[in-house]
């Protein structure tokens, strides 16, 4: 996770509504702890839903969190699976952010890294894993395009932005939207801590619904 611009000069959205200085940057020890502190976070919060397991964190797991893409490996902040339905892979994305920031270029890349990651599966394990891709916020960001940011338009127009990570090839429709239906954005209040299971909580439910 990462603390987004805490730059000294004004913050410039793409939304243009309004602009917002950002406050003095911290430490890089500081930044170390708030990154530890909201992946956790994040990582309670998507668990406390059942729904999914993740086992491994970038700061302590880090080659877990590795996904290859076509020309590169990214570091996802979370990585687990689904306890219910198919079981598939997932991986998080996590932003902690004070203003709009870089999100929208950074999403656009974060876009481009899922259907790329999908060509490398085909590639080394002959077959898509079907591997779920989460954007987690605590701040809003491209909200003139909102309504779009999962949608395989979005992502192709991602992709066309920099062709490079389809490694030569053409953008392949069905498989465009496939990958687009596995995207999530959602926005996180730190203070929904508050409101989500306990981790003692947790296994208590997770024994009743029996799901590992």
């Known amino acids: ?4 611009d805490l730059g000294t000069k004004a913050d410039e959205t793409e939304d243009d ?10 430490m890089a020890e500081e930044v170390q702890a708030l990154g530890r502190e909201g992946v956790a976070i994040v990582k309670r919060w998507l668990e406390a839903t059942t729904h999914i ?31 219910s339905g198919d079981r598939a892979p997932v991986v998080v994305e996590c ?29 080394h394990y002959t077959r898509d894993r ?22 395989h338009d979005y992502m192709r127009a991602a992709l066309e932005e920099k062709p ?15 990958v687009a239906s596995r995207v999530m954005v959602l926005v996180l209040n730190m203070k929904q801590e508050a409101l989500s299971l306990t981790i003692d909580e947790l296994n208590k439910v997770r024994t009743v619904l029996e799901r590992s």
């Open 95 to 123: 932003k902690r952010y004070k203003t709009v920031g870089g999100q929208a270029g950074e999403f656009r890349e974060f876009l481009r890294i899922a259907y790329s990651s999908v060509l490398a599966d085909i590639t």
């Open 17 to 26: 509504e309004y602009v917002v200085f950002a406050e003095a940057p911290p």
């Open 164 to 178: 490079e990570y389809l490694g030569g090839s053409k953008i392949d429709e069905t498989r465009l939207r496939d």
């Open 53 to 83: 397991r993740l086992n491994y964190d970038v700061y302590d797991f880090g080659p877990q969190c590795m996904v290859p893409y076509v020309g590169g490996v990214k570091r996802f902040d979370l990585a687990g699976s689904y306890t």
């Open 1 to 4: 996770m990462q603390e987004g």
């Open 130 to 151: 079907g591997t779920r891709f989460i954007w987690v916020t605590t701040h809003p960001f491209s909200q003139k395009q909102w309504a779009h940011l999962e949608t």
